[in-house]
């Protein structure tokens, strides 16, 4: 316990035999003296500790999820992505940030060339209904991506990403085959 010899304001946190984490603070005084003060942070620290649990369980889940993700919050920004969202939409992530407007978003997605001014506002427009959407876009590269939007409690949509490209194509050949035997 050094820090109680110096003259500074220092904080310091000591975990205890008991396993108790106690926050020390000593503050000195003009007289000479000091205050010290302890606190009790245990439950705080196992808090803290279970909220960096939960959300490294979260991200996992979110970076091994076959779909393209992307959440958007009551003011239509974007707070979170996964990396399937920026691959299926062939999208630069260093471009995008978490916090930034959805119609940022969509504005790179423009200048980039993947979405159409008229397609991005139509999209837009999607985002400030309270109401589940789906829709299929087209990739520059040439894959065909269905978007579902759903609502979240409070504001804000959860938008899903899946490649559905191959199941077009195979739409493709049956309808021609239809009309190929008619």
Known sequence: LDFL????LTEIEVTAPSGRIVHVRKAPLVDGGAVMTLTDISARKRAESALHEKTATL???????????????ADGNCVAFNSRFFELLEL??????????????LDIQIEIGAYEPEDARRRLALEAHDKPFTFERETPGGSVI????????GGGHVMTYVDVTARKRYEEVLT???DDAE
Do not use: K, Y
Not at 63 to 69: A, D, K, R, T, V
Not at 92 to 105: C, D, N
């Open 5 to 8: 010899s110096n003259d500074d």
């Open 59 to 73: 991200e996992s889940v979110l970076e091994s999820m076959h779909e393209g993700l992307n959440v958007t919050d």
């Open 92 to 105: 630069p992530a260093r471009h995008f940030r978490t916090g930034m407007p959805l119609s940022e978003v």
């Open 146 to 153: 269905e978007v579902r939007g759903n609502p979240m409690i």
């Open 176 to 178: 021609q085959a239809r």
